[in-house]
Every structure is written in structure tokens, then in C-alpha cells.
């Protein structure tokens, strides 16, 4: 499913920030990302997203390589990716089905369809009744739920958090992470970096623990 | 051997191989379906863009009424010469041979000259305008209609307008006609009305050309105008764009908006510029209709055709269009998501 092989990324500045790391995560996997700030995960993120590109080696998602894609592809690249940020990234001027609602449009769906579709997946996150609230009229649990439902809400084969519960108290974030363990039991592969040691242990989840750019077993 | 039928082992991993498929078939596969969505996202964009314009409408006025003043001022120019054309037209098919008389001819000497004239197979007409129709024509137009009732006698001569056939056609049998009338003893001064015309001819081509200048210099201005506003709407939506793109929308789907942004300015502009040209227009219609007297009723102000109007509608709007989707196609490919 998502594939590193010996990657290894370099900026003039800093010199190796990633380091011939290599993994496979399989489809329907989950995954934290771990490590000390500045470790490199948000890096190894960015380079999922391809909002950086790797120095060496190839990343794969499926059978595409993640490398070597031209610019003109990366929109349709990333409808099969979900992003899910600490900060949450949500629109403040827009209301929350609106916010959800967003991938599809771009995705060029139908305004039942987007209806449909927005409503399950607010529903998935419990958010039914909130579609006309503004983002800035809910707390942190539930603006990160909407930034969930945004994500899985094109139904995409990956979802990358980028420290999810950041911002979560811990009865929040467990409850953050029993949704991506549903999205998980439909067969999507999760990859969550997380500081969190403590959530991190009470899961028993696959664990990548970068260290100074290296990835430590 | 019968293949069983049998319950999936492992519906973990088969389940999101439908989810796979359903996406597909709704997003790409019902052709119908997906233009519907294409078309209502356009009306949204058209429409909510607009909605933007509205949203802030002081900034708003401040760009359209810059922009209105100079597509005004360019059309104006381009009124004001197709009226000096228009007038020019009119003078050119009257290139007529003026005889001032001398002052001791009486009106019946004059009419029998007239009458000789006449007879001239190159001659249209010939036309007498007597001492007093001179005065009463210089009262009512020049001003200085107490003055001259001061005067004790007079000092208007007698005027015969002779209207050669085939006027500018043949400048030479024009010449000709010109010596022939010159020669009568009761012409004092002879003066054929063609050369002050020729003048104001190259002067109107010079006022096209300097309009024509003006307005591609006026059209590079707007255009610099409507991409600034537009580039600083991209930057207030800076946070829109970044998301946009991190959830996969292409640079076109992200355009559009400011597309119709531009397009509305561009087009509000246009329509503003007509109604501040209509309304100079209206204000300069009096002391024209009074000048149009002079010429005797053959100078009527001409405003912009239907089909000028259109132009001018369709010109702004497409410089609006494509001044924002030349600072959209730089912007957008320095704008990375972070």
C-alpha cells in the first residue's frame, strides 16, 4: 500500500533530515509515527504528501511511484490520500458540511451525492446535528472531527494525521483513535505521527520511531 | 466440481474494494451526472464570486470606479472622434465654392449672377444669402448681436453659395469651376471651403490614432489594475488556496473563483463606463444641439451603437479575464502548500 525504500531527504540547510528510512505499511494497517521533535516526521509526512520530494530512493503508493510525479498529476495523487492536521486546517468561513464537503466538490461529484456522502460521514464522527456551525463555534474535539470527516470523506485507501490528538485531552484522544481503528476495520491504512508515548502504548499498533532521521526498531 | 458459494473469510480487505469502485462510478463514470456537477460548480463560482464583490463593497467600489473612469475616458475619446468624423463627413460632401460680393451689388444683380452661375453644367446649385439673412444668421449665432446693433450700416456682404456637382470626386474641374466664378466682376473674394476641410480631415486621423493609443495604454493599465486586486484576493485567501490544493483540487478548479472575480469586475466596470459616458453625453447635448444650428441641423451627437455597446462590454470583461488568469497562472505555481 504505502512503500519507502532507502529514502532519504536533504535540505542545504540542515543538511540529511531523513536518512534511508524504508517501510511497507499494508493495506488496512495502522501505524504511529513517533519520535522526538525534529526527528523528521513531519518530513516523512510532507514527502506523502508531495509537498516535498524526496532526495534518494522511491516512495510507493500502490503500484505509483510518489517520486517521479509530474505536477499535473498531484491533485488526482492526492484525492487518495486523507490529511488529517493538529492545527485541523478547516475553513473558518465556511459552515461544517461545507468544510467537509470540499473534497468532493474538487473530486467533480454530484450536489446530491456530496449531500449524502457528507452527511454519513458526519454522522461517522458524530457530528450529525453541526453541518450549518461555523468551525470556530465548536471545540477542538469536534473541529478535529470535522477535519476527520473531511478526510475519510472521499473515501480514500490512505489517511495520514499529523499529531491528531495534539491539542486532545486524553479521553478525546481515545476516542480520536477508536475512529481511525473503525476507518482501519474497512480496510483503510492509517499512519498517525504521534508524540503521545502513553496512547501510543495502550495500542497495540505497529510503531516507527524515527530517531535523527533514522528509523529505529 | 461445483464452485461453493461461501461467505467472504475476510471482508476486512473486500470491503474497501467496493468503496473503490462506487467513487469511481459516481465521480467519472455517469457522464451526465458528472456535467450536471461541472455546470453547478460553475454557476457557484459565478455566483459566489459575485457574492464576494458584494461582501466587500468598499473596496470593491474603490477598484470598479477607477476602472470605470478610465474605460470612460477611453470610450469618450472614442465618441468625441467618431462625432468630429461624423461632422467631417458631413463638411466634405459640401465643399462649396463661397462668392462674398461686393458691397455696392444690389440683390437683383446678385440674383442675376446666380442665375448665370446656374447655367454652369458643373453647377448643382447656387444659393443667395442677402445682406440681411447674413445679419440676422451672425446675430443669432455669434454673440454679438448688441454690437452689431450699434452699427449704423450693414457691413455684411452679399453671399453666393455655389454647390459644385460631384464635389471632391474631381479636384480638377472643381479648379476650374473655382477660376471660372472668381472672374465675375461683382465677386469682391472667392474661397472654395475644401482646404480647412482637408485640414480638419488629417486632424480627426491624428485624434483617432492618439485615441487608438490611449486606449491600448488605458487597456494595459486596467489590466495591471484588475491583476493587482486579484493577486491581493489571492493572498487574503491564501489559507483556502493551501487547503484546496492539500485536498486535491487541480490549479484550474482553484482558479475559477477568481476568474469570475475578474470577469465581474471587468464587466461592473464596462457597465459603469457606458452610463458615465451616457451621462457626459446627456450634459453635452444642449450647447452641441445649439452648435449643430450653425451647421444647420446637420451635426446630431452620436452615442455609442448596440453593438459598440457590446464591444465595450465584451472588451472589459475579457480584460478582467485575462489579467487574472495571468497573475493566477504565476501565482498559483509559486503558491506551495506548507
Redesign the interface.
Known amino acids: 500500500m504505502l512503500k519507502f525504500d532507502n529514502v532519504s531527504k536533504r535540505y542545504p540547510e540542515t543538511g540529511d533530515v531523513l536518512h534511508n528510512v524504508s517501510f511497507h505499511l499494508q493495506?488496512?494497517e495502522i501505524a504511529f509515527l513517533t519520535g522526538h521533535s525534529g526527528a523528521g516526521k513531519t518530513t516523512l509526512l510532507k514527502l506523502i504528501?508531495v509537498?516535498e520530494r524526496c532526495t534518494r530512493g522511491e516512495i510507493f503508493l500502490d503500484s505509483q511511484c510518489l517520486s517521479h510525479v509530474k505536477e499535473r498529476q498531484l491533485?488526482?495523487?492526492?484525492?487518495k490520500m486523507g490529511?488529517i492536521y493538529q492545527d485541523y486546517?478547516?475553513?473558518a468561513d465556511r459552515t461544517v458540511f461545507d468544510n467537509v464537503a470540499?473534497?468532493l466538490?474538487?473530486?467533480?461529484?454530484?450536489?446530491l451525492?456530496i449531500k449524502r456522502r457528507v452527511r454519513a460521514s458526519l454522522d461517522k464522527v458524530g457530528l450529525l446535528g453541526k453541518e450549518r456551525k461555523f468551525p470556530q463555534a465548536l471545540s477542538g474535539g469536534e473541529q478535529q472531527r470535522v477535519g476527520i470527516a473531511?478526510a475519510v470523506v472521499?473515501?480514500p485507501?490512505l489517511i495520514v494525521a499529523d499529531e491528531p490528538t495534539g491539542n486532545l485531552d486524553p479521553e478525546l484522544s481515545a476516542e480520536i483513535m477508536l475512529l481511525f481503528e473503525q476507518f482501519q476495520?474497512?480496510?483503510?491504512t492509517v499512519l498517525i505521527a504521534s508524540h503521545d508515548i502513553s496512547l501510543i502504548s495502550q495500542m497495540n499498533h505497529r510503531v516507527l520511531k524515527l530517531d535523527h532521521g533514522q528509523l529505529v526498531l | 466440481m461445483k464452485p461453493v458459494k461461501r461467505k467472504p473469510t475476510r471482508p476486512?480487505?473486500?470491503?474497501?474494494?467496493k468503496?473503490?469502485t462506487?467513487?469511481t462510478r459516481?465521480?467519472?463514470g455517469n457522464f451526465v451526472?458528472?456535467l450536471?456537477?461541472?455546470r453547478?460548480?460553475h454557476a457557484h463560482a459565478l455566483f459566489s464570486s459575485l457574492g464576494r464583490l458584494v461582501a466587500t463593497p468598499f473596496t470593491s467600489i474603490m477598484t470598479i470606479a477607477v476602472l470605470a473612469i478610465s474605460i470612460a475616458l477611453a470610450s469618450g475619446f472614442y465618441i468625441m472622434v467618431i462625432n468630429v468624423q461624423q461632422l467631417t463627413a458631413n463638411l466634405e460632401s459640401s465643399n462649396q465654392i463661397s462668392l462674398f460680393l461686393k458691397d455696392d451689388v444690389t440683390d437683383e444683380e446678385a440674383a442675376d449672377l446666380a442665375g448665370n452661375i446656374r447655367k454652369n453644367p458643373s453647377v448643382q446649385t447656387v444659393k443667395v444669402i442677402s445682406k440681411e439673412q447674413a445679419l440676422t444668421e451672425f446675430k443669432t449665432y455669434s454673440g454679438f448681436g448688441a454690437a452689431i446693433n450699434l452699427l449704423e450700416k450693414n457691413p455684411l456682404p452679399i453671399v453666393l453659395q455655389v454647390l459644385p456637382k460631384n464635389a471632391l470626386q474631381d479636384k480638377q474641374e472643381l479648379d476650374s469651376l473655382f477660376k471660372t466664378v472668381e472672374k465675375f466682376d461683382e465677386v469682391d473674394y472667392a474661397q472654395i471651403d475644401m482646404q480647412w476641410v482637408e485640414r480638419l480631415h488629417s486632424i480627426v486621423e491624428v485624434a483617432r490614432c492618439a485615441t487608438t493609443l490611449f486606449s491600448v495604454m488605458i487597456g494595459i493599465g486596467i489590466l495591471f489594475i484588475i491583476g493587482n486586486t486579484i493577486r491581493l484576493e489571492l493572498h487574503n485567501r491564501r489559507?483556502?488556496v493551501?487547503?484546496?490544493?492539500?485536498?486535491?483540487?487541480?490549479?484550474s478548479?482553484i482558479q475559477r473563483p477568481f476568474l469570475y472575480t475578474g470577469f465581474w469586475i471587468g464587466f461592473i466596470s464596462g457597465v459603469s463606463a457606458w452610463f458615465i459616458d451616457a451621462i457626459l453625453m446627456l450634459i453635452l447635448r444642449q450647447p452641441v444641439e445649439k452648435l449643430s444650428g450653425l451647421y444647420e441641423g446637420e451635426l446630431h451627437l452620436i452615442f455609442l451603437s448596440f453593438t459598440e455597446t457590446i464591444e465595450l462590454l465584451i472588451i472589459s470583461s475579457l480584460l478582467g479575464v485575462i489579467s487574472s488568469w495571468a497573475v493566477l497562472l504565476v501565482q498559483l505555481r509559486h503558491t506551495?502548500?506548507?
Open positions: 493495506q488496512g504528501a509537498m491533485p488526482f495523487l492526492r484525492r490529511f486546517k478547516l475553513l470540499l473534497p466538490a474538487i473530486a467533480g461529484f454530484g450536489h451525492e473531511r472521499n473515501k485507501p476495520q474497512v480496510g483503510v | 476486512i480487505v473486500k470491503k474497501p474494494v468503496h473503490d462506487r467513487q459516481t465521480a467519472g451526472d458528472k450536471h456537477a461541472y453547478d460548480h489559507d483556502e493551501m487547503i484546496a490544493k492539500l485536498v486535491g483540487a487541480t490549479n478548479f506551495r502548500p506548507e
